[in-house]
C-alpha cells in the first residue's frame, strides 16, 4: 500500500470533500498560469498562484463565498463550521494554512484565510480522485511546454515563426524563457534564428526575425515523437517524417544500455576529441597563433607542436560534468582519454607555462572505431548525419 493510499483511507468523508476541492481549484489556477504562460504574459510565482482563498471574514452577502466553499457548497458541505476539519488536514500536514488579512473598499483591512496543499496532500488527492501522476520524463526528453514550443516549429518547417511582435498569432513563435530552453539543451541547440524579407503589400521589403527548427531539432522530435505521444498523449503532435532508428515508445528508453558502450555524456566528448583530431584543431594552438600574428612576431616551433583538444573549460561547457573525464580515463578496457600538461612556451608580455588539456588516446580512437555501428544504433541522435535529416 502506498503512502498516499494509506493517507486516503485514514481521512473521514468531510476531509476526503475538502482535499479534493483544493486539489480541484489548484489544477485550475496551473491551468490558468500555463495559459497566461503561452499567451506571453507575466505569471505570479507558485508561491502566489497555489494559494488558495478559502474564506473572507464578512458577510456573504458583501464579499459572496470564495471559490472553495462555492464548490463545497454545491456538493452538499453547507456547514460553515470548516475550523476542525482544515485542523486536521494541517495536522497530518495534507494542507498550509495562512491566516493573513487584505483590503476590502469600505472596510479596510480584513481577516482572510488561504490554503495550499503539500505535496503529500496533492498525492493523497490524486489517489482519492484516480488522478494520475503526470509520467516524468525520461533522460533527454523535455518538458510538456517545450515539446508543444518545437512540435510548433516542427510543423512549421523551413519558414519557421516569427521571433517578433506580430498581429498573426499563429505565427508567433513560443516564448523568449522556452526557445533558451530548446536552444541550450546539453545535446545541442534545436532551434536556429534566421532573417526573412517579408513583402508589405507589395509596397516594401521588409526583413523579420524569425526562428524555425535546426536539423538536431527535426530530427529530435522524429526519434522521439512515438516517446511524446506516449508521455503526454493529450498534446496533439503533427506527423513526423520517418527516420532510421525512430524510437517506437517510451520502452525504447527503458533499454539498458550495453555494457560495452560508455554513456551519452562520455561519447559526446569522445566524438568531439575524434573531430578535432581528424580536423587537426586546437582552440588553444588557434589563441596563440593569432597572438603571434597580431604583434607581428615569428610563431615558434612550439605553436605548431600543441596537440587537437580540449581544456579543461572547454570540456566542462561541452559535457557539462566534472567526472566524464574521469570515467573515460578509468575505462575498463583502458583509458581512452588522458589529460596532458602542454608547454605553452614565452609569449609577447608572458612567460612560459603548461596548461592541462584532454586529448583522446590509441585505445580511445580504437574504441571509437570498433563500437561505431553501435553507438549509432544506441544513440542515434549524436550521428546525425548518419539519418535522414532534412
Known sequence: MSKAQRTWDELNQRQRLYLTTILELDQQAEADVKRMSAKRMRTPPASEWRQITYDIKLPKEIVGYSSVQVVLRARGEHDPGSGPTLAALRRRELVVVTYDQIHVAGFGMVDRIRVRLTAAGRAAARYGTGVITPAQAPK??????????????????????????????????????????????????????????????????????RVRCSPLGRLHFELHRACYAELYPDVDLPAAQEVEGAHTGLVDHRAPRPKHLVRDTDLRLLLRLAELEETDRSYLRMVITEEFERWRYEIPGWVAAIPAGLLLWQVKDLVRSKTAVD????????????????????????????????????????????RRADYERAYPELFPSTAEVP
Do not use: C, K
Request: hydrophobic share 35%; proline share 5%.
Open 140 to 209: 533527454g526528453l523535455m518538458s510538456r511546454w517545450s515539446l508543444i514550443a518545437l512540435a510548433r516549429l516542427y510543423e512549421a518547417g523551413e519558414n519557421g515563426l516569427a521571433n517578433e511582435t506580430t498581429w498573426d498569432r499563429s505565427d508567433a513563435a513560443p516564448s523568449w524563457n522556452t526557445l533558451l530552453r530548446l536552444r541550450d539543451r546539453r545535446d545541442g541547440p534545436l532551434i536556429e534564428s534566421f532573417v526573412a524579407d517579408r513583402a508589405d503589400q507589395g509596397l516594401h521589403q521588409l526583413r523579420q526575425h
Open 327 to 370: 570515467r573515460l580515463a578509468g575505462h575498463p578496457d583502458g583509458p581512452l582519454v588522458e589529460q596532458v600538461d602542454v608547454y605553452v612556451g614565452e609569449r609577447p608580455h608572458q612567460d612560459a607555462t603548461t596548461m592541462p588539456m584532454v586529448v583522446l588516446t590509441e585505445q580511445g580512437r580504437t574504441h571509437l572505431r570498433d
